[in-house]
Every structure is written in structure tokens, then in C-alpha cells.
């Protein structure tokens, strides 16, 4: 069981006590552990899931309906940070292979009663993956996957992961906030949310309860432009385009669209 590692804080009139406790740590390790936690809470909520999914079906079917057009028909997808297989559901539902891996087995769960036909789904790290290379024509990594690792290095080796998985001339697709939303009042805070920075780009999301103590926090790293072109070159990818779209949500994201060449 994931057990939170700060003391209760009396987080609306201190936030910034949770900076001060968490000087000395493994950063890295409990920004992991944070993005486990969040989704064992919403896994406790499955009501949560299922509303997110509906709320958002048709968004998944504009974001499939983009994604595909870079893809040919029966290509295998790898879905790195899939979660409850939305996306993989409906590109199930277009004729496409697809596995999904997510390092949250809560998440998979949900995934295996979400998907219709018998899903390829596996409990796996991002910057490990379990599968020999060249293995898959494209791979995605949606909504807040790419933002929620902890660290440069590990962000690096993902996409090093995903590019080393991916078969030549196949598309590594990144869904990133869209630019310049990465500032803290992206998510304003409010009697029950507060998002503070550790350094530049770098943030944690405080949830409070009705006593105003912080309960659950969930790392955040907004990636702008330079620092994904960056990563994509560190990578051996070629950068082909920068998509900026607004589902029917009226979120706007931007769309990193990378080539292995």
C-alpha cells in the first residue's frame, strides 16, 4: 500500500511547508510515488473514471481521428501511459493493434474492462520498456503521460524507450498543454486546489479536504517548445511538426509529431 510520506500539513495557510519537508529527499522517487498515489485515489473513485470517460468521448474520437492520419490501416500502436484505454478503445474500434503500457495497475484494470477485444495491456516503467526493438509502426503517449516524469533524465529515456520500440519511419506522438499555458494559473487555485512551484516548470498540485489539509499532492513538469525539441534531438528523432489543436472541450493542446528515421 502507498502510503503518503509528508505529514498531514495545514497545506491553504502553509503550502509551502511541504517544500521545506521535502529538502533532503529522493526527489525523483517521490514524484513517482506521487503520480501512484493520485491514481490509486482515483482508482478508489471508479464513478471518477467512468464520468472522465464519458465526459470525454468525444474528444477521444477527435484526438483518434488526428492521430490516425499519420498512421496506415492495421498498424500496431504502442500506448505509452495509457490509462484506462480510452484512446486504445476506440483505435481498437478502427481496426488497429494496439498495446497499452502505464506504470499505474490500478489504471490497467480499468483498462482490461474498458476494452471489448482481449487487450495487450502491461505494468511497466517508462523508461524500461519490455519489448524487443523495431517491435511497433507508431507509439503515442497522451493528455499528461509526458508530464507527470519526474525528471529530465527519465523524459530523455522515455522517448529513447519509445523511439528504440518503434520501427523506422514510424511516429512518436506527444500530447503537451498547449504554449505558454504552463504558467501556475493554468490551474487557479481554490478552496480545495493550490498549485505551487518548486523551480521553473516544475509543480505540485495540493488537494485539500474541508479542514484545509493538504490529503494528496500529484507532481507536474510543464515541457515548453525548446525543451522538447531538445528531447526529441536527444532522442534521435527528427521533429516533423508542432500541432496546435482545440478539441470540443475547448482545451487546447499542442501536439509534438516526431519521426525515427
Given amino acids: 500500500r502507498l502510503r503518503p510520506q509528508?505529514?498531514?500539513?495545514?497545506?491553504?495557510?502553509?503550502?509551502?511547508q511541504i517544500l521545506q519537508q521535502l529538502r533532503g529527499r529522493n526527489l525523483s522517487q517521490e514524484r513517482k510515488m506521487s503520480i501512484l498515489r493520485y491514481y490509486r485515489r482515483k482508482f478508489e473513485d471508479?464513478?471518477?473514471?467512468?464520468?472522465?470517460?464519458?465526459?470525454?468521448?468525444?474528444?477521444?474520437?477527435?484526438?483518434?481521428?488526428?492521430?490516425?492520419?499519420?498512421?496506415?490501416?492495421?498498424?500496431?500502436?504502442?500506448?505509452?501511459?495509457?490509462?484506462?484505454?480510452r484512446h486504445m478503445a476506440e483505435l481498437q474500434r478502427r481496426g488497429y493493434q494496439t498495446t497499452g503500457v502505464d506504470i499505474?495497475?490500478?489504471?490497467?484494470?480499468?483498462?482490461?474492462k474498458q476494452l471489448t477485444e482481449e487487450p495487450e495491456i502491461i505494468q511497466a516503467d517508462a523508461t524500461s520498456l519490455p519489448f524487443t526493438s523495431n517491435s511497433f509502426d507508431h507509439a503515442i503517449s497522451m493528455y499528461n503521460?509526458?508530464?507527470?516524469?519526474?525528471?529530465?533524465?527519465?523524459?530523455s529515456e522515455a522517448l529513447e524507450e519509445m523511439r528504440r520500440a518503434v520501427k523506422n519511419s514510424g511516429h512518436i506522438i506527444t500530447d503537451l498543454p498547449s504554449f505558454p499555458s504552463i504558467d501556475?494559473?493554468?490551474?487557479?487555485?481554490?478552496?480545495?486546489?493550490r498549485t505551487i512551484s518548486l523551480?521553473?516548470?516544475?509543480?505540485?498540485?495540493?488537494?485539500?479536504?474541508?479542514?484545509?489539509?493538504?490529503?494528496d499532492r500529484v507532481f507536474i513538469?510543464?515541457?515548453?517548445?525548446?525543451?522538447?525539441?531538445?528531447?526529441?534531438?536527444?532522442?534521435?528523432?527528427?521533429?516533423?511538426?508542432l500541432v496546435e489543436k482545440q478539441w470540443c472541450d475547448k482545451i487546447r493542446r499542442t501536439m509534438a509529431i516526431a519521426k525515427k528515421s
Fill in 104 to 112: 499505474s495497475k490500478e489504471m490497467l484494470t480499468i483498462a482490461k
Fill in 46 to 85: 471508479q464513478g471518477w473514471i467512468w464520468k472522465v470517460n464519458e465526459r470525454w468521448s468525444d474528444r477521444t474520437i477527435q484526438e483518434v481521428e488526428f492521430l490516425t492520419t499519420y498512421f496506415s490501416e492495421g498498424d500496431r500502436i504502442l500506448d505509452r501511459g495509457c490509462g484506462s484505454g
Fill in 6 to 16: 509528508l505529514r498531514r500539513t495545514r497545506g491553504k495557510d502553509n503550502p509551502r
Fill in 221 to 241: 513538469h510543464y515541457v515548453d517548445i525548446e525543451e522538447i525539441k531538445k528531447l526529441v534531438e536527444r532522442a534521435g528523432l527528427s521533429l516533423i511538426e
Fill in 199 to 215: 523551480e521553473s516548470r516544475d509543480f505540485w498540485e495540493l488537494t485539500f479536504d474541508e479542514k484545509g489539509e493538504v490529503i
Fill in 145 to 155: 503521460v509526458f508530464l507527470e516524469l519526474p525528471s529530465e533524465k527519465e523524459r
Fill in 184 to 193: 501556475p494559473s493554468w490551474r487557479p487555485s481554490s478552496e480545495t486546489h
